[in-house]
C-alpha cells in the first residue's frame, strides 16, 4: 500500500526540542529606529493603560510601513506589539472602541496575512512568541527559567498565566518525535515499537497535567478574574462585554466592515490538538452528543459541515502549524491499530493510558476554570447584589474580601450582567458545556474500558484478562495514579 509520507516537524516550522515554540527565544525589540514609535509605547504600555491615555497615544503614531520587516522573528515581534496595542486600545478606557485607528489598522493587517494568523490577540501572540528565557538560553520548559516580554497589566500574576503555557508547550515538545514514532511503527505493524513511544506520551502527558496545576502558584483568580482577562476578550460574542457589533479595522478606505474574531485561547495551542488527533478523539459541535456506534466513523465529513469551535481555532494557529496538523490527521493511524489489535493487552492498556491522561488533563483545567471565571463572576455577582441568593463560598481569600468590599464595577468580560447570562470564554464559547463536553469525548474508546479501570484502581504490578497477562511495572516500585499527583505516573 503506497502511504502519504509522515509529516517532518522541520518542513512545519516546529522544532524538535522546542515544539510550537521558536527554538530561538523570540525578539525582545525591533531593532531599526523606524519601529521606535512602537516600541516606546509597548514600553510604557502598563502606564498608558493604567492613566487611561492609551488611545491618545496611539492615535499619535504614524501609519509605519511593514517593508522594513526582514526575518520571521522581526514579523511574529510586530505581530506581538500590534497584539497587546490593538487590544490595550479595545479594552483600556471606560468603554471599548470599536474602531481601531489606521495606524494599528493598516500594519496589522499585513504582518497578519504574512504570519497566517487573524489581527487579534492570539495565543501565539500572548505566549509562544512573547517570553524569554532568564538564565539558560535554551531552556524553556522550567518556570523558574521564563519570564514574559510584555503584559497588560505588569502584574506577575498575568506573566505566570501566560508562562504556564509556555511551559507546558516546552515540555509538551519531546511529544512529538514520539507521536510520529508510533505512527511510523503502527505502519511497519511493529507492535513493540509502538508500545514504548504511548508510554511515554503517557507519562509526559501527566506531566503537563502537573505543569498546569501549578497555575495556582502565582496567578490568584481574582486579579485574573478582574484585571487580566479583560484584555483578553476578542470581539466574537462580546454582546455582554459591551462589544455588541464587533471592531472596524480602519484603513482609510471608507469600506470597513465591522469584524468579529475570538480572542486568545488556549484552544488555539496545536499542541494540545495533536493529542486529539494521534489518539482519534473527534469533538463535535457543543450540545452535538455522539448517538451511538453508527455515527462513529462519519464525523469527519461531519466536522467539516457543522460549526465546531476546536476546528475553527486552527484558524488561529501560524500557518504552517495549521498545515502540520491537517497532515497528521490525515496519517494518524493509532486508534485504528489499537482497535484491530484489540487483543493485545499491553498496546491497550499503553492507548487507553494516553487516553485516561489526556482526560485527566481536562479535568484539572475544568477546576481551574471553575476556580478563575466560574467562581469570581459568581461572587461577583453577589457582591453586586444581582444573584438570586447566596451560595456558600469556597473561594480563596481574595475573593472574599472583594465581598465585603462595596460593590466595584469592572469593564468588558469582567462586567457584571444585568441578567444571569451563560458564562463566555475569551474564545467565545459557552465554555462550561463546551469544556466538559471536550472532557467527555476525551476517554471515551470503543475499547478498553477494564484498562481504564486497572488504570485508576489498582496498585498491582500485574494484571490479567482472559488468557493474556499484562505487565505494569512501576519503575520506582510503585504506580501513581494521575488524579494523585496530576498525573505522573511510573511505568
Ligand atoms: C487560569 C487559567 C485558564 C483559564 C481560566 C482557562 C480557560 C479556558 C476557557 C474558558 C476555555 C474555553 C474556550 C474559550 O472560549 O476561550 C479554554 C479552553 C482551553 N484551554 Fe484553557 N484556561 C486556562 C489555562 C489553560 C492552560 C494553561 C492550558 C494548557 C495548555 C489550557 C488549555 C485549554 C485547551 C486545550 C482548551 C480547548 C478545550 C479543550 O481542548 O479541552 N488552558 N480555557
Ligand atoms: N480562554 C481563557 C483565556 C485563555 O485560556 C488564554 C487566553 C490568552 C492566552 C492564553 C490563554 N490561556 C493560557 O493559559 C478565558 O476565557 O479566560
Redesign the pocket.
Known sequence: MVHLPIPRLEDYSISATTGFLPDAPPLTALQDPYYGPWEAIISNLQALLLSKKIRQEVNKLPVLSTIRLEAEAEWRRAYVILSFLSHSYIWGDTTPAETLPPAISIPYLAVSARLEVPPVATYAALCLWNFRPIFQVDVFDDLSNLATLHTFTGALDESW?YL??IA??ARGAAILPAMLDAIENAREGNIDRVIPSLQSIAERLGE?THL?SR?YEN?D?HI?YTRI?PYLAGSKNMSEAGLPRGVKYLDGSGNEPFRHY??G???Q?S???AF?ILLGVE?RPTGDRKLGPQTAHTSSEYQAKSHN??LE?RKYMPGPHRRFLEHLAKVSNIRAFVEEHSSHGALTVAYDACLHMLRGF?DK?IQ??SR??VLPAKEHRIANGTAMQKTKSTSPPSIRMALQSPPVQFQGLARTPQQQVDL??????A?IP??KQ??DE?GDPSIGAWARRLLTNSRNSFFSRDTETVKIQGLAGQWLDSEDVGGICHW
Open positions: 498565566f504556564v503555557s507546558i508547550e503537563l498546569l497555575m496567578c483568580p485574573f482577562r475570538s480572542g485561547s488556549n484552544a495551542s499542541l494540545i490538538q486529539d469533538h469551535f476546536i481555532m481536562r483545567h481551574i476554570v478563575y471565571i463566555r470564554g475569551t474564545g467565545g464559547t465554555l463546551f469544556l471536550a472532557r476525551t
